[in-house]
């Protein structure tokens, strides 16, 4: 079974395919072009994607050493992301599968991350407990099976990657923010400044928008960015990165304790933080469970998790007609209930 996997939900345009269960192609192209702008300019995102998805999809076909015709199922990110940019993935899949008469499966691209540990030679077990930190959403999962995932908990605001998008911005570090703020940590001390943990009623819900707000009053404290000189800069990224991984730990510890589990994954764009990594394998080994993060390629945006998904979608006996539409948000009920 051959699958094409396309991914167009924000600023990277990535095919995959999946040939007989192994992983043939997996090309990302990411726009760098939006640092000049300090953030993803949705309108040159889906021009962006335009431009290269061909390309892409013909250069992953040669690397698969596979024709079009060879592929049985066509898949694409239908949501959450930003529809202009879905808008070109999800119609470029429907045209091909028209023309070509494929079996066409529409993904949740959140449900691309959470599957995304199996793209690893170390797999998740079931089940598991699931910390999806990716730019736009932060929750706390259980998945029983490819078809059974539980929501435990997610952010009341600001997600875990967009926290650190923002905070880089306010420190003048720019786009992309979490590669910014980790390596600036490096440099810095996590003990410095004391910023603070959102306590909540809800025991496995996030905030950090409090946060990004005291790293704000911090900065304006001290006279304004200008006023502060690059150690003290790399101190901020330092003392908010160790606030954010608390924050995520805590939450994921709790959920290990209450679930028996066999395994944990931590996956999305902010699992390929090194801090994050640390804390989650201490964690893990203090219980005992398996943990997955995937690696650098399979953590940010990517067609294989897309193509992955879409694989064991259609296998649970799935797929989408072409009428199928794009969605900017994430209904976090509906892609619990398969
Ligand atoms: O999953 P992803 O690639 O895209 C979305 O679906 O949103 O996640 C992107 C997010 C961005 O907010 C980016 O700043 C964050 O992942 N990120 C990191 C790191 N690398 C990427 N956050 C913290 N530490 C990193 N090393
Ligand atoms: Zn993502």
Redesign the pocket.
């Known amino acids: 079974m051959i699958i094409l996997g396309i991914e167009t939900?924000?600023d990277?345009t990535s095919v995959a395919v999946i040939k007989n269960d192994l992983l043939a192609a997996n090309l990302i192209s990411s726009q760098y072009f939006h640092k000049n702008y300090g953030g993803v300019v949705p309108e040159l995102s889906s021009r962006a994607h335009l431009q290269i998805i061909n390309p892409l999809v013909k250069s992953a076909l040669e690397k698969s050493s596979i024709q079009l015709d060879d592929i049985d199922i066509i898949s694409a990110t239908a949501g959450p992301?930003l529809i202009g940019a879905l808008l070109v993935g999800l119609t470029y899949a429907k045209g091909l599968s028209l023309s070509l008469n494929k079996k066409f499966v529409a993904v949740n691209?959140i449900e691309g991350?959470i599957f995304s540990g199996f793209l690893m030679k170390e797999k998740p077990e079931f089940p598991f407990i699931c910390l999806v930190?990716?730019?736009?959403?932060t929750l706390l999962l259980l998945v029983k099976s490819f078809t059974e995932i539980y929501k435990l908990g997610s952010t009341v605001d600001d997600?875990?990657?967009?926290a650190?998008?923002k905070v880089?911005k306010l420190i003048g570090l720019g786009y992309?923010?979490?590669?910014k703020?980790?390596k600036a940590a490096e440099k810095g001390d996590p003990n410095r400044i004391n910023f603070p943990i959102a306590e909540l009623k809800e025991p496995y819900n996030f905030s950090f928008s409090g946060l990004k707000t005291a790293v704000l009053r911090y900065v304006q404290q001290q006279g304004g960015i200008q006023k502060i000189d690059e150690q003290h800069i790399f101190d901020i990224a330092a003392s908010f990165?160790s606030a954010v991984i608390k924050a995520l730990i805590q939450k994921l510890k709790k959920a290990i304790g209450n679930f028996d589990v066999k395994s944990v994954s931590i996956v999305?764009?902010?699992a390929?933080?090194?801090l994050?990594k640390e804390k989650a394998e201490q964690l893990s080994s203090k219980y005992n469970l398996k943990l997955v993060i995937p690696s650098l390629e399979f953590?940010?945006?990517n067609a294989a998790m897309i193509a992955f998904r879409a694989k064991t979608l259609f296998e649970n006996g799935i797929t989408h007609d072409l009428n199928y539409k794009p969605y900017p948000s994430l209904d976090e009920n509906s892609f619990l209930s398969l």
């Not at 930190?133 to 959403?137: A, D, K, P, T």
């Open positions: 939900s924000c990277e992301g691209h991350h930190v990716s730019g736009g959403h997600a875990a990657g967009e650190f998008d880089s992309p923010g979490g590669p703020i980790q990165q999305g764009g902010v390929a933080n090194s994050l953590c940010g945006d």
